[in-house]
């Protein structure tokens, strides 16, 4: 009984919090040029899922390799984890790129107005 | 990306009381600002409460230092001894006297990424204004201290590459590799931060009771990260500018 009790108040606060999600509105108004404005979609989201398909696989190749070195090797673990925070940033920032032109194309709905 | 800013507290308050004089100083200039009620953008004042806070903090933290270290002299100690371990690593014994640059930029970056998780304050740093400075300054130290610890045609020489017969492949390459460092210091530091932020605003719009809390727990790491890896990259560009010498004697 002491459960259910439990697992009701966390209910109750579960949907409390999630009150929000009841405020949606309607969608916007038709655009003029309403071609270019879905195909800025598509290609915005195929910019970024490309983007973060091919770094993450290569910050994947890296984090192994990097855990293979410090099996074989665990006195150079401090070098290879700093050579591994290194390397992680340098490819997150060509990711970065990518994301930065997507949220320009998304944020100005280009052919949204005129 | 209008509808997702407004106005904060502090940048109001810091506004009301010092919008009017420095109105009139732009007026003076000749610069019409596009909000007249509110004419330091809130980036500026910002950075200026984070360079307030650290000379405030640091200045008064390092008072009275004895040869025993107390508490807060063990932490103000560790902090020195990181930025001292980086550049002693990557540009040798030399390195400590570049320390007042990297250590400010190191600091400044550092509590900038933080403050955008302090409710009532935004990071400077999300603004393209302020990152791009960051890494002109970065930029023009390191050209400047290579020309001081080469000569200038020394340094300029070096640009050409160790065979002369390839000077005019390789000068363009290398010209624009170093343009190059700028432009992705200031771009990667904006838009971890940027983005980070933006995550942060939409989460809270949607559902703002305690969802936001582990993309802000997110946000701490990759405010340090970011902090650490700007602070090790302008490291590599003095060391690659400066480092030199010691290979030819």
């Known amino acids: 009984m002491k459960k259910l009790k439990g697992l009701g108040i966390l209910l109750f606060f579960v949907l409390v919090a999630s009150s929000p999600l009841l405020a949606q509105e309607e969608a916007a108004v038709n655009p003029i040029r309403a071609n270019l404005y879905k195909l800025s979609i598509i290609v915005g989201g195929a910019i970024i899922t490309l983007a973060v398909a091919a770094g993450a ?5 890296s984090i192994s390799s ?13 070098h290879i984890r700093f050579l591994l925070i ?15 032109i997507t949220i320009i194309i998304i944020l100005i709905q280009w052919g949204n107005w005129a | 990306m209008e509808a997702l800013e407004h106005s904060l507290f502090t940048v109001e308050l810091f506004n009301r009381i010092f919008g009017k004089p420095v109105l009139a100083f732009l007026g003076l200039v000749g610069i019409e600002p596009k909000h007249p009620e ?4 809130d980036y500026v004042v910002m950075c200026i409460f984070v360079a307030v806070f650290l000379i405030v903090t640091l200045g008064l933290a ?9 508490r807060r002299q063990t932490v103000l100690e560790l902090v020195v001894q990181m930025f001292e371990g980086i550049l002693t690593d990557i540009i040798g014994s030399q390195g400590k006297r ?13 509590s900038a990424n933080m403050l955008g998780l302090v409710p009532g304050f935004m990071s400077p740093t999300s603004k393209l204004n302020v990152t791009a400075g960051c890494a002109l300054t970065v930029f023009v130290y390191y050209h400047w201290q290579g020309m001081k610890a080469q000569g200038v045609l020394k340094y300029l020489k070096h640009f050409t590459g160790p065979i002369p017969a390839l000077a005019p492949l390789l000068l363009p390459i290398e010209i624009i590799s170093h343009f190059s460092r700028p432009v992705s210091l200031s771009l990667r530091l904006f838009g971890n931060i940027f983005a980070e932020e933006l995550l942060i605003v939409v989460i809270a719009s949607i559902v703002p009771f305690v969802l936001p809390l582990p993309f802000m727990a997110v946000a701490i790491f ?10 090790l990259l302008a490291t590599i560009y003095i060391a690659g500018a400066v480092a030199h010498e010691e290979e030819h004697s």
């Open chain 1, 66 to 78: 990097a855990c293979e070195g410090i099996s074989r090797n665990p006195g150079a673990g401090p």
């Open chain 1, 86 to 100: 290194f390397g992680l940033v340098l490819i997150e920032t060509l990711v970065i790129y990518a994301l930065l």
């Open chain 1, 57 to 61: 696989f290569c910050q994947a190749k």
């Open chain 2, 62 to 70: 390092s008072r009275r230092l004895t040869l025993v270290p107390s």
């Open chain 2, 98 to 110: 570049y320390l007042p640059m990297i250590g400010t930029v190191g600091l400044f970056i550092f």
């Open chain 2, 38 to 41: 509110s004419p330091i953008p």
């Open chain 2, 222 to 231: 990759t405010a340090t990260i970011q902090a650490f890896v700007f602070v």
